[in-house]
């Protein structure tokens, strides 16, 4: 298994009506299973969308504390690894995390 950063940040406005937005760096570790990397580059657009949608989805309270940051690692690889097929991610890593 090897870990691959997504480039840039991602940077959302947090769901609740407040004026609260969220910057965060993610890093996906990947199955050894050969052409898994190749799919994800090939695939980065529809993978960083779906990012994207899952953290604009997030309310400041609901990633306040370490529960909800791992609720949200886990709806990210199960949103991630629906699109992928040649392999899989084995977990990811948030490398930055600011709630501003």
Known sequence: AHVKAIEPS???NLAGGSRTYLKVDVALELSGDKGVESELEG????????IL????EQTPDSIADNKGKLR???ELL???NMILKSGKVMNIYFTSFVVQ
């Open 53 to 56: 949608m899952v953290l604009s």
């Open 43 to 50: 695939k980065l657009p529809m993978i960083k969308d779906s």
């Open 78 to 80: 199960k949103r991630i």
């Open 72 to 74: 949200l690692k886990d």
């Open 10 to 12: 991602f940077i959302v």
